[in-house]
Nanobody, 118 residues
Framework: QVQLVESGGGLVQPGGSLRLSCAASGSGFASALMGWYRQAPEKQRELVATITGGGSPNYVDSVKGRFTISRDNAKNTVSLQMNSLKPDDTAVYYC????????????WGRGTQVTVSS
């Protein structure tokens, strides 16, 4: 069993920055594909960024150049540095862990609210 706990959300003005963190408990973190997703009101949950166990990132086009995903396998954490925030970035941000292979299971955190507003 893996538990994911997000932190770091809040209210920020347009153009500002926030850093989200996700702490994972349980075993096998280093092998998991970790990701950040977000869900705005009345919209579907969407991918923001993922990072492989080896540290290779992938981003949705709308956040490229503004967001940076990183992980620390020794600390079982994954982070999302968000710069140049826009009102359209307002959403609940969720941490996700995908364990492939025979385990083949996905875990989600409960989310953290990010609001970008003046």
């Amino acid at each position: 069993q893996v538990q994911l706990v997000e932190s770091g959300g809040g209210l920020v003005q347009p153009g500002g920055s926030l850093r989200l963190s996700c702490a994972a408990s349980g075993s096998g973190f280093a092998s998991a594909l970790m990701g950040w997703y977000r869900q705005a009101p009345e919209k579907q949950r969407e991918l923001v960024a993922t990072i492989t166990g080896g540290g290779s990132p992938n981003y949705v086009d709308s956040v490229k150049g503004r967001f940076t995903i990183s992980r620390d396998n020794a600390k079982n954490t994954v982070s999302l540095q968000m710069n140049s925030l826009k009102p359209d970035d307002t959403a609940v941000y969720y941490c996700r862990a995908y364990f492939g292979g025979p385990r083949n299971i996905i875990y989600w955190g409960r989310g953290t609210q990010v609001t970008v507003s003046s």
